[in-house]
């Protein structure tokens, strides 16, 4: 029955609609998935059930159980399909038994509530949503196609959404989710969690689709915008998830403080006109406390399995030890050191190299930090990127060479593709003379 809270209508029809899904969409699809056993199936017949709500609830109002509704009209498409596949009738009779009697009936527009527990059982929820995480980064795909899918099925958003995200044709997100569910299809992707063992050695791959998520909302790669929070904010959204899904994890704690404690600073980080604000300019005060609290909080967890922290974690601490920091002078940067050489250890990097070398800069001075800065020029490590002339700017700045260092800035500045950050390089490039 229509929920008479929810008058019939278009645009109302439209927003509720993207709030069940953008709520519930990892829910939905985990289900079908598991009702079904074919995950690319299971993500198609969910979109045809959205496209099928639009048109329903226009004309019928919102259901009063609108997950019921999408789940109830998903497994119906997924009979539909099975029937169009002759060559498996059998499997079609299997899953048309399971209907209530008088489903079928053609005179039925939506379909009955509540599904049955079959389907939406609420002992499973966890696992399926944690089983659609793990095949959604599963290592036969690629990682911009983890990314895409992870968005699409997991975060529930739409092909639209994920291309400006990424600014990126949506065409070209299409065809990554396409190819990534035949890519499934094709390695016999089985759709429930992975064995034990094998959990623990893909969650790395789970978490790493997370962590570009968030970065590419923290600090956006190209475009206008230094920010895309709510690209960060969802990846947060997944993993609070994940967490709750894996408690004992320590690196999905680790993740979580990481990007908790990174985002805390975002209200501070740009300027009334969106342009960047540097550390040592931000108003601590425009920080999220909260947020703050619970990267804390989080990172106290991930200390706590035991284990030593892993790589989220001690990103996580080095967060840490900014956002408890009074100021920039105040910041214990030898503790920052040392945490990037741990950091090095268990996750070398050039980026981390460089990020360490920035740390012995403001811990030791500038000229020690150069000629680790000078060891990632010599191995060309780096090549293309901004960020290493950008800081090596920065070091030759605060050296008084400064010829050299408007040279990098100005280097720095024609790499960078974001052009928020590049007006800030062009700025100290233009401070120089």
Known sequence: MPDPSNPPGPQAARRAV???WRIESARIVAALARYTGDFALAEDVAQEALAEALVSWSREGTPANPVGWLLATGRRRAIDSY???SALAERYAALGGQLAEGQASAGIQAPPEPVDDLLWDPDRVDDDILALMFIACHPVLSPEARVALTLR???GLGSEEIARAFLVPVPTVQAR?????KTIAAAGVPFGLPPADERRKRLGGVLSVLYVIFTEGSTATAGD???RPDLAYEAIRLARMLT???????EVSGLLALCELTAARFPARTGPDGEPVLLEDQDRRRWDR??????LAALTRAAGAGRGLGPYGLQAAIAACHATAPSVAETDWERIVLLYEALGRVAPSAVVELNRAVAVAMATGPEQALALVDELVATDRLSGSH??????GELLRRLGRTAEARAELELAARLCRNTAERSVLLRKAAALG
């Open 18 to 20: 993207e709030a069940v």
């Open 83 to 85: 029937r169009r596949r």
């Open 153 to 155: 099925a997991v975060a």
């Open 177 to 181: 989710i396409t190819r990534a569910k």
């Open 225 to 227: 915008d230094l920010l």
């Open 244 to 250: 709750a899904l894996l408690p004992e994890e320590p």
């Open 290 to 295: 909260a947020a703050i609290r619970r990267g």
């Open 387 to 392: 960020l290493l002339p950008g800081v090596r």
